[in-house]
């Protein structure tokens, strides 16, 4: 097994679509990935709410997790989520050029 992994994401307020996820990678292996190294890698900054996304029963579902140490679940072999901001973004907010 590979000490690597991809992590799928898409966040729907800025207009991103399951369809064609953003990616970020993982020095660790699909299996062992947890709610808390998902915390510490995740690219953006700012504070977030992560959904993965699970098959039960035939049918995907998203599942919110709480517990940080918990395995995050799987669908079809990947890491999917659905990320939210628990801070919109301020439109008014411009960065330094």
């Known amino acids: 097994m590979s000490n690597f992994c991809l992590v799928f994401y898409y966040i729907p307020e800025d207009r991103d679509e399951l369809t064609v996820p953003n990616a970020f990678a993982l020095s660790k292996q699909l299996n062992d990935v947890t709610l808390t190294d998902i915390v510490e890698a995740f690219?953006?900054?700012?504070?977030f709410f992560f959904r993965?996304?699970?098959?039960?029963?035939?049918?995907?579902?998203?599942?919110d997790l709480s517990n940080k140490a918990c395995k995050v679940p799987k669908c079809d072999g990947k890491i999917i989520m659905k990320?939210?901001?628990?801070?919109?973004?301020d439109p008014m907010f411009r960065e330094a050029d």
């Open 83 to 89: 990320v939210t901001r628990k801070v919109a973004k």
């Open 52 to 63: 993965f996304k699970y098959k039960y029963n035939d049918l995907s579902v998203w599942l």
């Open 43 to 47: 690219p953006l900054d700012g504070e």
